[in-house]
């Protein structure tokens, strides 16, 4: 197996891996949904509240709900704490996969990266390493993007947050619509990046593989030759 093909498939596996870290660090930074709401209060006005987050902090504008308009920053962890259990237990899942995935990520570039550069004849922990660690991070952030979209859509999440951040009561909230922001979609290119670097050390190990089979074929043969004359 010419050593340059093993070096040129790992060490580009680690870059695809580095770079798909990057993405998702970059994702985790920034904002992730954005849900509007209608609100009224005691009187007759149609008012508004719209809550932005991130995973780690959040702004809610609202507007005429109930009375006057204003912006409020605040920490999503904390705000979360005040509310009813499930949206924090599951916008903690989402962080702590999220956390897995970019450990799961450094672990494949390790491995990647020393076996580009290792012995050109073994693999530490080479190609099942790397399918381990990038399938981990391809499924794990799979399951954030379902889970964050549930906690999102299905819970009281955004509808509980309003009066709970601003300490308002007696305000009604509703036709909640939500879109995911940048952040969420990230997860997709990380998810397609992770894949790639499985893809890369399977196409090494086909063309490996290949590689061997067409040395013992000779051998195979050589039998038969001798046996003819
Ligand atoms: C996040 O959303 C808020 C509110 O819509 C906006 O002001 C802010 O610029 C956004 N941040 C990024 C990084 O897009
Ligand atoms: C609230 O909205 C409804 C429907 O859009 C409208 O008929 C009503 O006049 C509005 N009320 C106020 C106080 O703006």
Known sequence: MPSGTKSLHFLLSA??????AAVLGFAMSTNWSKTTMDCRGIGTNNGSAAITM???????????????GSQSK????????RITK??????????CLLALCLLCSVLSIL??????VSNPYET???????????SASACLSLL???????????????????????TIVSVVLRNKTSQMQVG????????????????????????????????ERPTEDAPKEIMMY
């Open 111 to 116: 491995i990647s990266f020393y076996n580009s």
């Open 124 to 134: 530490f922990m080479g190609p099942i390493g790397v399918y381990v660690c990038s």
């Open 86 to 95: 499930t949206p924090m237990i599951l916008h903690g899942l989402c962080v």
């Open 15 to 20: 870059l695809l891996t580095a770079i798909s």
């Open 184 to 215: 969420y979609f990230l997860v997709i290119p990380y998810m397609v990046l992770s894949l790639g670097a499985v893809l890369l050390i399977y196409l090494y190990e086909h063309t490996a593989y290949t590689h061997r089979r067409e040395q």
């Open 74 to 81: 605040f920490l999503v962890f904390t705000e979360l704490s």
């Open 144 to 166: 954030v993007l379902i889970i964050f979209v549930l906690n999102i859509t299905v819970t009281t999440m955004a509808e509980e947050l309003v009066p709970s951040i601003e």
């Open 54 to 68: 991130g995973l780690f902090d959040g702004l809610l504008v609202r507007d005429s709900c109930p009375s006057f």
